[in-house]
């Protein structure tokens, strides 16, 4: 069966400090990849999606990156951390395909305060 | 642009009743809907999904509604229990995943 892992859990940074955010999917091949945010008690917000090694796409402009050194790996990353940064991240994986239509199962997230 | 919106940010039930949460998605072109719930401090987790060739589906305890023509869905959870405490998200699928805010399901004992 296929999981999904996120790390760290919990983390709290400084402004201006950098950010490495893993996530690692087991039990599947090329999988379609995600990175989302979500505020305090609100919906989820696309970040990322990838659907191959070092294919990133970008739904919004922001302080954050994503690299997708291996087929299974997703990083999500920062040079300089914002205040507004700060929220709950996670990760998430559909079955291979070019279109977001698959169910997508997420990882049990990082949150992430920023001071 | 595309939107999902849930009808209430709580809903708050009686343990062993039935609880409704509703949905309502803009694009027409959506052919594909999830349900996930959220418990705090976790990820969503999947319940159930529909095609838009369909018109109802059901799980363990859960139904799900789809009225394409007014463009609503709606989960059902039969014999409501405090485990099902959570936020519960719709989502609706054209091209890509679009998800609702999420209504938050306080159970009474």
């Known amino acids: 069966s296929q999981t999904i892992h996120q790390w760290p859990a919990t983390l709290v940074q400084p402004v201006g400090s950098p950010l490495s955010l893993e996530c690692t999917v087991e039990?599947?091949?090329?999988?379609?990849l995600y990175w989302y945010r979500q505020a305090a008690g609100r919906g989820l917000q696309l970040l990322f999606y990838?659907?191959?090694?070092?294919?990133i796409s970008s739904e919004v402009p922001q302080n954050l990156s994503a690299s997708r050194p291996q087929d299974r790996q997703f990083i999500l990353s920062s040079k300089k951390l914002l205040l507004s940064d700060s929220g709950f991240y996670l990760c998430?994986?559909?079955?291979?395909?070019?279109?977001?239509?698959?169910?997508?199962?997420f990882g049990p997230g990082t949150r992430l305060t920023v001071l | 642009g595309e939107s999902v919106g849930l009808h209430l940010p709580t809903l708050s039930v009686q343990e062993g009743d039935n609880s409704i949460i509703n949905c309502a998605y803009s694009?027409?072109?959506?052919?594909?809907f999830i349900w996930y719930k959220q418990e705090s401090g976790k990820g969503p987790q999947f319940i159930i999904d529909?095609?838009?060739?369909?018109d109802k589906r059901q799980g363990q305890r859960v139904t799900v509604l789809l009225n394409k023509t007014v463009k609503h869905l709606s989960l059902q959870i039969a014999a409501t229990q405090p485990g099902d405490s959570a936020v519960y998200f719709c989502?609706?699928?054209?091209?890509?995943?679009?998800f609702g805010s999420g209504t938050r399901l306080l159970v009474r004992p």
């Open positions: 998430a994986w559909s079955e291979v395909g070019t279109r977001q239509l698959n169910t997508q199962y």
């Open positions: 039990g599947t091949s090329n999988p379609n």
């Open positions: 990838s659907v191959g090694i070092g294919q």
């Open positions: 694009n027409s072109a959506s052919d594909y």
């Open positions: 529909i095609r838009s060739n369909m």
């Open positions: 989502a609706a699928s054209s091209y890509k995943l679009i």
